[in-house]
């Protein structure tokens, strides 16, 4: 009987379109006189839980010998997308996933044949969990919430202006037009729970009804009540005390992270990196949800209250947001850096384009430098924040004295729309890293932690940490890759040898779909893995050591192969192993991470190594 090979194409991260991988590789083949005839490509919709996955399949014959070709599609269960303000959707998401990035790099340790989930770890995971569970409820509700009275008063003042030919005093009584917004907001946002889909968002949209629903009984008692009136400064200044107490409570979840590092580390010697870099997430996320909240703040009020009222309160805006340039701050240097390292990375590259010369590149997916300038920035920001504090800290502030911060924060009070548009330019123009980071982050992303509406499930959901829920982006994954196995061999096979050639973080889904294949005992047939650009050994063990074990066939199933093909340059996967001859290793000129289902000499190395595999099964 003649030798049967299937191929199981995986691509990597991005929104590829179905069918395109397995064209591409059609397509290149073509080119170079590869492959001949039955191309024609089948639509198989398996009988599966996953009522949308479908896959295409093709029968080509290459290089004399007949393949049945198939392509296990995934970029319908990614978050990224393409079009129309895609950039910023894709970054909305990678910023709101990101701590499930934490949890993971604090999680049970699972390489060996015991999880061990030391009491220390659960508790800095679930504190965090918590602190980002602040952020994502009580803060952005309060803020959604005041930010709608605001605008009343706003609206109500120019209305005033046009009148009565003056606008609106700040200290004039204002339970009237709270009472009237809080009104129109509530029937605004019931509307919009109308539309809007069960998640996060929906919950957010019902806390901010709750908050408006109190400051409409507020108001109404102030008004029917005769108690005394409410004043619009002084609900700002009450409003910002609530949000500094907030969001003291967040940065001290951050400082009990940052001061239970060295310890950690001392303690978790081996994975030491990703300790460092769930704290570089960490104090990622703070600052980049407290500039976005403060901006957007100085954004609204810039645009809605003319110059002269807005005068009236600046003084009192820039106490909620005195520290605002430190923030900008933190975010500039950091991203200086990750700019030089990729200005290092692309100078090399061109210098050695076409050509295998053995050089190491730097890393761009989180450069070494990066998590020790987050613990610089932090550290440094927390003494800032200590000596020009006067209320949040408990001190006396007759003689503190930050003149250089307090004119940083004026210049980027009256300039808010101008850095935001500024950063909005460097999101736009960072699509490939926002989407090779964003898809790794969502393959951590679990029904656990900060996005559990209750604080209690919250916290105690990251403390017991228990991955492999079903609607779990890994769990997803691994079940449709082997829906797929199956379906093939089932209405297709049989083959003499299954292969699986892989891109990126498709190269996890494959190792990790058969390491599950093998713990489950189903470790018949033959087996061939090739990976490409993998960030298996260069991101996920160098970061993850608890919970990836080290590269190797015995992870595998049993009569299996593993090629890996890396690019010099490729900012996502290089090398397999340290050294390991059982994994094959095949390195390639510095052309980057993307096209090598397009690179026709790295397909020919791909079916040379399943033409020597079919030999080898046959003399079997």
């Keep these: ?33 590869q492959t001949t005839q039955n191309k024609q490509q089948i639509l198989r919709e398996p009988g599966t839980a996953d009522k949308n996955f479908s896959y295409f399949l093709a029968e080509p014959t290459i290089a004399g010998q007949q393949y049945t070709i198939a392509e296990c599609h995934w970029a319908d269960l990614s ?40 009491f220390i770890l659960r508790c800095l995971r679930a504190l965090q969990a918590f602190t980002i569970w602040l952020i994502y409820y009580p803060i952005i509700a309060l803020n959604v919430g005041f930010a709608f009275l605001v605008t009343g008063f706003a609206i109500h003042s120019k209305y005033s202006a046009i009148f009565f030919d003056k606008p609106l005093p700040v200290n004039d009584p204002s339970e009237f037009t709270y009472a009237i917004t809080s009104a129109c907001a509530i029937l605004l946002l019931a509307a919009a729970l109308y539309f809007q889909r069960p998640g996060h968002i929906r919950v957010v949209i019902k806390i901010v009804i709750a908050l408006l629903s109190v400051a409409l009984v507020i108001s109404l008692f102030s008004l029917i009540g005769g108690a005394s009136p409410i004043l619009f400064h002084q609900s700002i200044a009450m409003l910002g005390t609530v949000f500094n107490y907030l969001w003291a409570s967040v940065i001290i979840g951050t400082l009990i992270y940052f001061l239970s590092l060295p310890l950690l580390m001392a303690a978790y010697r081996k994975r030491w990196r990703g300790l460092l870099l769930g704290f570089t997430v960490n104090f990622l996320v703070v600052c980049f949800w407290l500039l976005l909240i403060m901006t957007l703040w100085l954004i609204l009020l810039t645009t809605i209250f003319d110059k002269e009222s807005y005068q009236d309160f600046v003084p009192q805006i820039e106490k909620s947001i005195g520290f605002v340039s430190l923030f900008w701050f933190d975010i500039s240097i950091l991203s200086i850096f990750m700019v030089l390292a990729g200005a290092i990375y692309l100078k090399k590259s061109r210098a050695n384009k076409d050509r295998v010369t053995g050089q190491v590149y730097p890393r761009l997916i989180v450069p070494t430098t990066i998590p020790m300038i987050s613990l610089a920035l ?197 090398r397999m192993t340290d050294g390991n001859v059982s994994i094959q290793e095949i390195a390639q000129p510095p052309l980057g991470h993307t096209g090598y289902f397009s690179d026709t000499e790295v397909l020919q190395h791909v079916f040379a190594l399943l033409s020597d595999d079919i030999s080898q099964t046959a003399v079997d």
């Excluded at 299937?6 to 170079?32: C, F, M, N, Y």
């Excluded at 959707?89 to 604090?106: D, K, M, Q, T, V």
């Excluded at 083959?495 to 779909?513: E, M, P």
């Design 1 to 33: 009987m003649s030798s049967r090979t299937a191929i199981i194409l995986v691509h990597g991260v991005g929104d590829e379109p179905q069918r395109s991988t397995l064209q591409t590789v059609l397509s290149t083949l073509e080119k170079v006189g």
């Design 378 to 574: 932090f550290g440094l920001s927390f003494y800032v924040m200590y000596n020009c504090s006067c209320t949040a800290m408990g001190k006396n502030c007759s003689g503190t004295d930050c003149p250089l911060l307090t004119e940083a924060s004026t210049i980027i009070i009256w300039n808010a729309v101008i850095l935001l548009a500024i950063g909005g330019f460097f999101i736009k123009f960072a699509t490939v890293p926002i989407e090779v980071a964003s898809d790794i982050i969502n393959f951590f992303k679990s029904e656990n932690g900060h996005r559990q509406p209750n604080p209690l499930k919250a916290i105690s959901s990251v403390f017991r940490r228990s991955d492999g829920g079903p609607n779990d982006l890994r769990f997803n994954l691994k079940a449709r890759l082997i829906a797929l196995i199956e379906d093939l061999n089932d209405k297709f096979g049989p083959f003499n040898r299954l292969a699986i050639v892989s891109h990126s973080l498709g190269s996890i889904v494959a190792i990790d779909t058969l390491v599950q294949l093998k713990e489950s005992g189903n470790t018949s047939g033959n087996w061939t893995l090739v990976t490409m650009g993998s960030p298996y050994n260069s991101i996920f063990r160098y970061y993850f050591p608890q919970l990836f074990k080290p590269a190797g066939p015995e992870l595998l199933l049993d009569s299996s192969r593993w090629t890996n093909i890396y690019r010099e340059n490729d900012y996502v996967g290089t």
């Design 79 to 118: 978050q990224i997308r393409t079009g129309f303000g895609a950039a910023y959707r894709n970054f909305y998401h990678l910023a709101s996933n990101a701590p499930y990035l934490i949890y993971a790099c604090l999680g049970p340790d699972v390489s060996g044949d015991k999880k061990r989930d030391p």
